[in-house]
């Protein structure tokens, strides 16, 4: 069984429209990663959290810890945001990530 | 302000050249990591550095080397590339080793080994 599960897979969206993806794992973590990573580009850290919800722009991150569960939303979707959109978690020492498959959004105008 | 830079964001090398991709950091950050992403396929931890302190990953091919002269910069030598380490190599930073400390990642280089 895999640690950490991301769906939807893929996600079509048109401009405008809101959207969530979620990531559910199986082992007790103190802290989440969401990341970004655009067509061939590199990864850009969107959040880390660790109870609660944050928000930045039309980005909201939230996560359950006892529940096992985060999810990203972006409101108001853009074909911007068409990207990969990745969870992570520290498991083990040394901050080592382990990186859900990934969600990938594509937004039409 | 880009914080953690990667130079070049492009290389082409050929099989058995040796190549040296390069990271830079102004966060003053303790810890550096060196990633392998292939293909449609989750990044893969190679090794870190916390300070001077070398930390290589088990299953990381010998061919891989990093240096960390400063905090500042941390190379990632291929000795000998094969055409299966073209990928993408990104570079992170945190502050510390510890869980609840964020990374933060690079552009990326992105190699290909013909």
């Known amino acids: 069984k895999n640690e950490v599960e991301q769906s939807p897979q893929n996600l079509t969206a048109q401009e405008g429209e809101f959207i969530t993806i979620n990531c559910s794992y199986s082992?007790?973590?103190?802290?989440l990663h969401w990341l970004q990573q655009h067509p061939g580009g590199g990864i850009v850290s969107l959040f880390m959290?660790?109870?609660g919800k944050k928000k930045h722009g039309r980005l909201i991150a939230t996560i359950n810890i006892q529940e096992k569960h985060s999810s990203l939303h972006i409101t108001a979707s853009h074909p911007r945001d068409s990207a990969v959109y990745i969870c992570?978690?520290?498991?083990?020492?040394?901050?080592?990530?382990?990186f859900g498959g990934g969600t990938r959004v594509l937004v039409k105008p | 302000d880009a914080m953690v830079i990667q130079n070049p964001r492009y290389q082409v090398t050929q099989f058995g050249k040796p190549v040296t991709l390069s990271c830079s950091q102004t966060?003053?950050?303790?810890?550096m990591y060196w990633y392998q992403q292939k293909s449609s396929q989750a990044p893969k931890l190679l090794f870190h550095?916390?300070?001077?302190?070398?930390?290589n990953e088990a299953d990381t091919p010998d061919n891989f080397q990093s240096r960390r002269p400063n905090t500042s910069f941390c190379f990632l030598d291929i000795r000998s590339p094969g055409l299966g380490d073209t990928a993408m190599y990104l570079c992170?930073?945190?502050?510390?080793?510890?869980?609840?400390?964020?990374?933060?990642f690079g552009p990326g280089t992105r190699l290909t080994v013909l």
């Open positions: 992170a930073t945190s502050r510390l080793i510890l869980h609840h400390n964020e990374q933060f």
């Open positions: 082992v007790g973590i103190s802290a």
């Open positions: 959290l660790s109870s």
């Open positions: 992570a978690f520290p498991l083990t020492a040394g901050n080592k990530l382990t």
């Open positions: 966060l003053n950050h303790n810890v």
């Open positions: 550095y916390y300070d001077k302190d070398f930390n």
